[in-house]
C-alpha cells in the first residue's frame, strides 16, 4: 500500500521537468558531484547529485523508458518496493537540499532537485516524511482554520513590540499596524521578533503605509513536496492581502517564502496574483537607492560578507538587491567566493534545519560553507534566510568561526541615520 | 571483393534507412515529452525567457561560467575534444556519401586527426568510469556499451578515412548503421534531451534574472 501511494504520487510529479531529468538527458559523467556541499563534506559517492537522482530516475526508466521497460538490467531501471523506500527519507530529505547547485554546474542542465522533490512529495503521499516537517505544515493551516483563538494573543505580542519600537524611534505614533485595509504594504513575517522589530523600524523611518499579516511566511508544504499543503498555506497570505485590498506583500527575510510566494504560487493558482509579491531585500533596496532611507555605513565598521541563500538567488533571482544595501550599510563589504548562482548551500535548507535527528548530518555539510566564511576574514555574516540563519549560527559555533551571524534588515537598522541627523550623511548606491 | 552495389547499399540506403529510424524514434520520444504538462512560469518575470535559453545553450561553450568546468579546465577540454570527434564521424558518415567530391586526401587527413584524441578518449574514459567510485556507482551496462561502442565507431572512422578502402568505408558505414538503430534507446540520445533542457531550464532561469543575471526589477 505504502509504495503504491508513493508510484501514484511520483506519477503525478511526472511532467515535462521531471520527465525530461529522468530521461537519458543525463549523461552519468559526474560533473555535478562536486558541486554539492554534502559531497564536499563527505566524499560519499553514494551522495552525489546524479547518484541521489538516479534513484529516482530508474523508477521513473521503468515505467516511461522503452528500453528500461523490455530490459531493465541494462539501464538498471527498477521498480519502487519498500525498503527502497526507506532508503529514499535520508536521500531525499537529509542529503538533498534542492539548492539547485548541481544544475547550474551541469553541462545538460540535468534538474535534479525536480526528482528529489518528486521522492519527498511521494514519501509524503506513503506517510514516511519527517514527521516534524508534516506538523509543521498542518500547524500552519490549523493556524488559518483557527485565527480567531491565536489573534489577541497575536495581537498582545505585537503591542509589546510596539512599545520597544516607540523606544527605539523615540516616536509614540510609531505603529506596527496589524491587518489594517487599504495599507499598501502586506508585511508577512516569520515567527520571532527578528523579523518584526527590524522591519518595523525601517517602514516607520520610510513613511511606509503597510500592515502586518497574522501569518507567517514560511511554508513547510513546499519541503514536503506536497503541492496541495502549500497551496493551501499560500492561499492564506492571498486571501488575506485581497481581503485588505493591498498593493504588495512583502516577505520577510525567508529563503524558501520568497521562492514559493513569487515564483511558485503563480503556478498553481493558474496566474499571476493580483498583487505585487516582493521580498523585503527588494524593498530594502528601493528605499535606499530614492533616498527614502539614509544609511550611514560607517555605523558598520566591522568586515561583512553575505551568504546568498540558495531560494533568493539561485531560484529567485535576487543577487545584487542585497549587495547595494550592504554597500551603502557596511564600510567595509567582501565577497564569498563562489558567490551569486554559484553560491554554496549553508547545508540547512529546504527543512533540514528542522529536523533535530539528522543535526550532525547537517552540521557536516555545512563545513564548506564555514570554509568559505572563513577565508573571507569577515567577523559578521549577514544572510536574508532564516534557515539559513539558524544554520550559520550553529556552524558558526561548531566550527568556531567567531562571527555574528545577522540579517539585512537587522544591518541596516544598525547604519539607520536617525531623523535629526540626516543632513550630515550622504550615501553613495 | 565487396561489389559496388553493396558499398553502395551501406553507404547510401543503409544510412537513410538508419536516419529515418533514427528521426522516427526522436519524433516519437518528442511528441511523448511535449504531451506531459510544463508547469511554465506564470509571475510577472525579472528576465527574459529567450536569453536564458540561449544562455543555457551557451553554457557549455563557456568553461568560466560554470564551477564544474572552470576547476576542472582540463576536463572541458576533453569534452569537447571527444564531442568535435563524435560530431566529425558523425560528419563524416554524410559527406563520404554525399559529397565525395570534398573528401580529398588533406580532408580525410584533417578529419582523422580530429578524431584521434576522441579514440583515446574513450579509453580514458572508459577507465575512469571503471575506477573512480562516484562514477562506477552510478554506472550501467549501457554506460559501458555506449562508451564501448562509440569508442569502436571512432576507430572504425580511421581507415575509412585513411585507407579509404571499399571495405574499411562498408565496415565504417555498417557500424554506422547499427550506432543509429541503438542510438534512440541509450544515454546517447542525450544531445536530443539537451535541447529540450535548454529550452526548460533556461527560460526558468532566464525569466527569473538568475542566467543571465539582471540587477534590478523592472
Not at chain 1, 489573534?151 to 505585537?158: A, I, N, P, S, Y
Request: hydrophobic share 45%; with cysteine.
Amino acid at each position: 500500500m505504502t509504495v503504491e501511494l508513493a508510484m501514484k504520487e511520483l506519477e503525478k510529479k511526472y511532467n515535462r521537468l521531471s520527465g525530461t531529468a529522468a530521461s537519458n538527458l543525463c549523461a552519468h559523467c559526474g560533473w555535478c558531484a562536486e558541486a554539492c556541499h554534502v559531497y564536499q563534506a563527505t566524499h560519499d559517492p553514494a551522495v552525489t547529485p546524479v547518484a541521489k537522482a538516479e534513484k529516482v530516475r530508474r523508477v521513473y526508466k521503468k515505467s516511461h523508458d522503452w528500453m528500461s521497460k523490455v530490459f531493465p538490467f541494462w539501464t538498471g531501471a527498477k521498480s519502487l518496493t519498500d525498503e527502497e523506500l526507506k532508503r529514499w527519507v535520508e536521500m531525499a530529505f537529509r542529503d538533498c537540499t534542492l539548492c539547485e547547485r548541481c544544475v547550474v554546474n551541469c553541462p545538460m542542465g540535468v534538474e535534479t532537485p525536480q526528482l528529489i522533490a518528486a521522492a519527498r512529495a511521494a514519501l509524503t503521499a506513503a506517510g514516511m516524511a519527517p514527521e516534524l516537517l508534516v506538523q509543521l505544515a498542518d500547524m500552519a493551516i490549523s493556524r488559518e482554520e483557527n485565527a480567531d483563538l491565536f489573534r489577541d494573543f497575536f495581537l498582545e505580542q505585537v503591542k509589546e513590540m510596539e512599545k520597544e519600537l516607540q523606544a527605539h524611534l523615540k516616536n509614540p505614533d510609531a505603529r506596527i499596524p496589524v491587518g489594517q485595509e487599504g495599507a499598501r504594504i502586506l508585511y508577512v513575517p516569520l515567527s520571532g521578533a527578528h523579523t518584526i522589530l527590524p522591519p518595523a523600524i525601517i517602514f516607520n523611518t520610510a513613511g511606509e503605509s503597510w500592515t502586518m499579516s497574522m501569518f507567517e511566511a514560511s511554508n513547510y508544504g513546499v519541503f514536503l513536496g506536497d503541492t496541495a499543503r502549500a497551496k493551501h498555506i499560500a492561499e492564506r497570505l492571498i486571501n488575506e492581502a485581497k481581503r485588505l485590498k493591498v498593493q504588495e506583500i512583502v516577505l520577510a527575510e525567508c529563503g524558501h517564502a520568497y521562492s514559493t510566494m513569487r515564483w511558485e504560487a503563480p503556478k498553481w493558482f493558474g496566474g499571476p496574483l493580483p498583487f505585487r509579491v516582493r521580498s523585503i531585500l527588494e524593498v530594502l533596496d528601493d528605499y535606499v537607492r530614492t533616498g527614502r532611507l539614509k544609511l550611514d555605513a560607517s555605523r558598520n565598521r566591522e568586515p561583512v560578507t553575505y551568504h546568498d541563500s540558495c531560494n533568493l538567488g539561485r531560484k529567485g533571482g535576487l543577487f545584487e538587491e542585497p549587495r547595494r544595501v550592504l554597500q551603502a550599510a557596511a564600510k567595509d563589504f567582501r565577497e564569498m567566493t563562489p558567490n551569486r548562482a554559484q553560491s554554496l548551500c549553508c547545508g540547512g535548507g529546504a527543512g533540514l534545519v528542522a529536523i533535530p535527528e539528522w543535526a550532525e548530518a547537517r552540521i557536516q555539510a555545512g563545513k564548506p560553507k564555514a570554509d568559505q566564511i572563513r577565508k573571507t576574514g569577515a567577523s559578521v555574516v549577514v544572510t536574508s534566510c532564516d534557515n539559513c540563519r539558524h544554520q550559520l549560527t550553529e556552524i558558526n559555533e561548531h566550527y568556531n568561526l567567531g562571527v555574528k551571524v545577522t540579517s539585512l534588515a537587522e544591518m541596516t537598522v544598525q547604519a539607520l541615520v536617525p531623523a535629526a541627523d540626516e543632513k550630515r550623511v550622504t550615501v553613495q548606491v | 571483393m565487396l561489389s559496388a552495389g553493396f558499398v553502395h547499399f551501406a553507404e547510401y540506403e543503409l544510412q537513410i534507412i538508419a536516419l529515418a529510424w533514427l528521426a522516427v524514434m526522436y519524433a516519437i520520444k518528442a511528441y511523448q515529452l511535449s504531451r506531459l504538462s510544463m508547469p511554465w512560469e506564470k509571475a510577472p518575470g525579472k528576465g527574459s525567457s529567450l536569453s536564458g535559453v540561449l544562455r543555457s545553450y551557451a553554457a557549455i561553450f563557456m568553461p568560466w561560467s560554470m564551477e564544474s568546468t572552470h576547476r576542472h579546465l582540463w576536463r572541458w577540454v576533453e569534452f569537447g575534444a571527444y564531442h568535435v570527434g563524435a560530431a566529425i564521424a558523425i560528419l563524416t558518415t554524410f559527406t563520404m556519401p554525399f559529397a565525395p567530391g570534398i573528401m580529398t586526401g588533406p580532408v580525410r587527413l584533417a578529419f582523422a586527426i580530429l578524431i584521434a584524441p576522441a579514440v583515446l578518449l574513450s579509453l580514458v574514459k572508459l577507465a575512469r568510469r571503471l575506477t573512480r567510485p562516484e562514477l562506477r556507482l552510478i554506472s550501467t551496462p549501457d554506460d559501458y556499451f555506449a562508451l564501448v561502442s562509440v569508442g569502436v565507431y571512432f576507430v572504425a572512422a580511421m581507415p575509412a578515412l585513411l585507407l579509404y578502402t571499399p571495405l574499411a568505408r562498408v565496415v565504417y558505414f555498417i557500424i554506422t548503421a547499427a550506432f543509429l538503430f541503438y542510438v534512440p534507446f541509450s544515454k546517447i540520445s542525450h544531445y536530443v534531451y539537451f535541447l529540450f533542457a535548454g529550452i526548460i531550464t533556461g527560460s526558468r532561469y532566464g525569466w527569473r534574472g538568475v542566467r543571465p543575471q539582471v540587477s534590478r526589477a523592472v
